[in-house]
Antibody
Framework: QVQLQESGPGLVKPSDTLSLSCNVS??????????WAWIRQSPGKGLEWIGS???????FQNPSLKSRLVMSIDTSKAQFTLRLTSVTAADTAVYYC??????????????WGQGALVTVSS | QSMLTQPPSVSGTPGQTVTVSCSGG????????VSWYQQLPGMAPKLLFY???RRSSGVPDRFSGSRSATSGSLVITGLQSEDEADYYC???????????FGGGTKLTVL
């Protein structure tokens, strides 16, 4: 069974870069059937998709974040990474990594990490 | 980026049936499956089902769904206290190439 685990600093200063990694175990990160995604949830708010990355590095990104967003994947470490630059307090959220499964029209996020709270504060 | 539309809250008593609606558009729900997620307090979201009726492993058959042209519904029958949670719908928008989520619906079991 696939397991996803986020890791990274819990506190980031305003204007700095937020960096998180997601370690994938129990399934191959090379899978042609899956994308690997980042989703965040601001305190007391709903879910916001950040972006998704394929094993070959192909990405889809939320247009509202794209100018500040860098996503990468390291298949040798079974890990994918999120970097969000020039953060503000509005980026304070629980960040989840997730696996997008399915093909054609049947997409869904079938596995989620436990989430990592990142607070932007000086 | 647009968002799917869900009611902020619904409630019911144990044993009742509740329905959570999710309204979208032609390029998201109109073309792609709606998936539903349950988020218990303090926990990560969990996939309940997708494609209207494909339940995730371990999800009881009290949870079901339906879909019309540009909307979907989550139906919970035989409501139980442990169903108290936030529920989110989601769909891929293949016109904008983005995922859109509903704002979430808080289910209270009275």
């Amino acid at each position: 069974q696939v397991q996803l685990q986020e890791s990274g600093p819990g506190l980031v200063k305003p204007s700095d870069t937020l960096s998180l990694s997601c370690n994938v175990s129990g399934a191959s990160i090379f899978s042609s059937a899956h994308y690997w995604a980042w989703i965040r949830q601001s305190p007391g708010k709903g879910l916001e998709w950040i972006g998704s990355i394929y094993f070959n590095g192909n990405t889809f990104q939320n247009p509202s974040l794209k100018s500040r967003l860098v996503m990468s994947i390291d298949t040798s470490k079974a890990q994918f990474t999120l970097r969000l630059t020039s953060v503000t307090a509005a980026d304070t959220a629980v960040y989840y990594c997730a696996r997008r499964a399915g093909s054609s029209a049947y997409f869904r996020f079938d596995s989620w990490g436990q989430g990592a709270l990142v607070t932007v504060s000086s | 980026q647009s968002m799917l539309t869900q009611p902020p809250s619904v409630s019911g008593t144990p044993g009742q049936t509740v329905t959570v609606s999710c309204s979208g558009g032609s390029s998201d729900i109109g073309r792609n499956t709606v998936s539903w997620y349950q988020q218990l307090p303090g926990m990560a979201p969990k996939l309940l089902f997708y494609n209207e009726n494909r339940r995730s492993s371990g999800v009881p058959d009290r949870f079901s769904g339906s879909r019309s042209a540009t909307s979907g519904s989550l139906v919970i029958t035989g409501l139980q206290s442990e169903d108290e949670a936030d529920y989110y719908c989601a769909a891929w928008d293949d016109s904008l190439n983005v995922w859109v989520f509903g704002g979430g619906t808080k289910l209270t079991v009275l």
